[in-house]
């Protein structure tokens, strides 16, 4: 298994994404999948149009915000003026914003609650709009931390499925910060097969890599792109 990260971080820095893209390569090629399996997932949170442009240029396409009111004062311009772009939702939806989520975004991280598959059903049906779901299951069962807990996830994706009419992509998930992440990957992984579910959002600046290894099809990497906010 490859070292994550070696390569320095320059902010928002075309040559940090080329460092990122280089790295996620060599990972694919530890696991002996292809580099085209695993979808690099820009976190531009916080990040003003003027440091996410360089990395347009540079051939992403694909970025991701944590807050849907964030993402609506940025990407509207971005999106018109850059054809192409994909957005995912990583952080936390609350059911109220499910309206604008759905227009906005082009996959949702962090389905995690039946309010929320309530509202995200009646936009879909209403926009007829279909973005990307993942459920985010709470690996370490952190109170503060939101997601599904592993033994309830199977029942909560079946619901999704029967009660709410959504089609789950796949799941997320975000280890505790002082345990060592790829336990909380495998079982990440675990509960998507026996699921039927082909994707996995796991893995960020610091274990991308880690994550590739045990299945990840989706990362999520900020700081190694943008710097440190």
Same mark, same amino acid.
């Given at each position: 298994?490859?070292?994550?990260?070696?390569?320095?971080? +320059? @902010? !928002?820095?075309?040559?940090?994404?080329?460092?990122?893209?280089?790295?996620?390569?060599?990972?694919?090629?530890?696991?002996?999948?292809?580099?085209?399996?695993? +979808?690099? &997932?820009?976190?531009?949170?916080?990040?003003?149009?003027?440091?996410?442009?360089?990395?347009?240029?540079?051939?992403?396409?694909?970025? =991701?915000?944590?807050?849907?009111?964030?993402?609506?004062?940025?990407?509207?311009?971005?999106?018109?003026?850059?054809?192409?772009?994909?957005?995912?939702?990583? =952080?936390?939806?609350?059911?109220?914003?499910?309206?604008?989520?759905?227009?906005?975004? *082009?996959?949702?991280?962090?389905?995690?609650?039946?309010?929320?598959?309530?509202? $995200?059903?009646?936009? &879909?049906?209403?926009?007829?709009?279909?973005?990307?779901?993942?459920?985010?299951? #709470?690996?370490?069962?952190?109170?503060?931390?939101?997601?599904?807990?592993? @033994?309830?996830? *199977?029942?909560?994706?079946?619901?999704?499925?029967?009660?709410?009419?959504? +089609? &789950?992509? @796949? $799941?997320?998930?975000?280890?505790?910060? *002082?345990?060592?992440?790829?336990? !909380?990957?495998?079982? +990440?992984?675990? &509960?998507?097969?026996?699921?039927?579910?082909? #994707?996995?959002?796991?893995?960020?600046?610091? *274990?991308?890599?880690?994550?590739?290894?045990?299945?990840?099809?989706?990362?999520?990497?900020?700081?190694?792109?943008? @710097?440190?906010?």
């Amino acid at each position: 298994m490859t070292e994550a990260n070696t390569a320095p971080v +320059t @902010g !928002h820095s075309p040559n940090a994404l080329a460092a990122v893209e280089a790295e996620i390569a060599r990972a694919c090629k530890d696991a002996r999948r292809d580099r085209t399996s695993v +979808t690099l &997932i820009a976190v531009s949170k916080t990040f003003a149009a003027d440091a996410i442009i360089p990395i347009i240029d540079a051939g992403q396409r694909v970025f =991701g915000e944590n807050r849907v009111q964030e993402a609506k004062s940025k990407w509207p311009a971005l999106t018109s003026a850059y054809p192409g772009i994909a957005l995912h939702l990583i =952080g936390p939806l609350q059911s109220n914003k499910a309206k604008e989520a759905v227009a906005l975004f *082009d996959a949702i991280h962090s389905v995690d609650r039946p309010s929320i598959c309530q509202a $995200l059903a009646k936009e &879909i049906e209403s926009q007829n709009k279909h973005p990307q779901l993942f459920v985010q299951i #709470n690996t370490g069962e952190e109170p503060q931390k939101a997601g599904i807990p592993p @033994g309830e996830a *199977d029942a909560f994706l079946a619901s999704c499925r029967d009660t709410y009419g959504l +089609t &789950i992509s @796949g $799941l997320m998930c975000i280890p505790p910060v *002082d345990e060592p992440p790829a336990a !909380h990957f495998a079982l +990440t992984a675990k &509960i998507a097969a026996r699921n039927g579910l082909t #994707n996995l959002s796991m893995g960020m600046s610091a *274990d991308f890599a880690n994550a590739i290894m045990l299945g990840a099809t989706h990362v999520r990497v900020g700081s190694a792109i943008f @710097g440190h906010r």
